[in-house]
């Protein structure tokens, strides 16, 4: 197990640094000047050179990606155009607001989507099967940008239930876990569950259908197990492979939901991406991206090691 977790780790490494060179490379081949939010329409030429001094933008490609990796090994992300603040203290308070919501809509999407996969599984090709499959589908398919719209204006503007945009009362980023708060956080997280509930749900209605044709299904069956009994040995062999997608669909929600923190004005990585790009705020834009890949990579060698834990076939 330790020579499996330690082979891992130096997978992660190689990978870390291909994703640091493609967010580096991929924002400085975009068009625009990134100083263009902090100069005037008629600065100087000298203006603009000592700008381009200041945040390293005067050296060669390399020379500023050598620069950037050693200071984000240090934990410096630079400074941000737009705000002149740390780029690390933005992102990692971004960072915590999504992962708090996007660990609530992963919850609420795997607990959600494993039932009715189960369920479906179980009662393949039954009334309740169609229906399970039904709702699957279109939580893959509707849009969760739109749907984050509608119910704003159903849940908010015409029942005014519940709260439309922001984080917290009075606009303050400030979070606890209390009702205040909570309110802020149901309709973003049940809009970002839609998602990983239908593609959970499909997963382990395949898995819990291809485990029920196994002949040791067969065999527990034929020695007259329950279908309690029955239902555990499935769950456990259904378990690793739904912790795997779980896993993976909190990564995705952790970079991918721009559009819904943006609909709902949830003060999280999204909503600051979307500042930056249309900023055009290099520093602030690398540094979210390597920080959301950096976790996504974690995150996916967390689920591996659970997964060799829950299943030691894996390591083998």
Known sequence: MLAYLLRRILYTLPIMLGV???CFALVHLAPGDPLVSVLPADASAELQAQMRELYGFNRPLP???ARWVWRALQGDLGQSIATSRPVASEVMT?????LRLAVVATLIGFVLGSLFGFVAGYFRNSWVDRACSMLSV???SVPHYWLGMVMVIIFSSQLMWLPATGAGPGGSGDWAWD???VQFMILPAITMSVIPLGIIARTVRALVAELLDQEFILGLKAKGLTHVGIFRHVLKNAAPTALAV???QLGYLLGGSILI????????TGF????AIFQRDLPLLQGSILVLAVFFVLLNLIVDVVQTLLDPRIAR
Request: proline content about 3%.
């Open 20 to 22: 640091a060179l493609l």
């Open 63 to 65: 020379e500023q990606f």
């Open 94 to 98: 971004a960072v915590i607001n999504t």
């Open 138 to 140: 279109l939580g893959v």
């Open 179 to 181: 009702r205040e708060h």
């Open 246 to 248: 779980m896993g993976l």
């Open 261 to 268: 923190e943006t609909v709902f004005s949830w003060p999280g």
């Open 272 to 275: 600051l991406l979307n500042q």
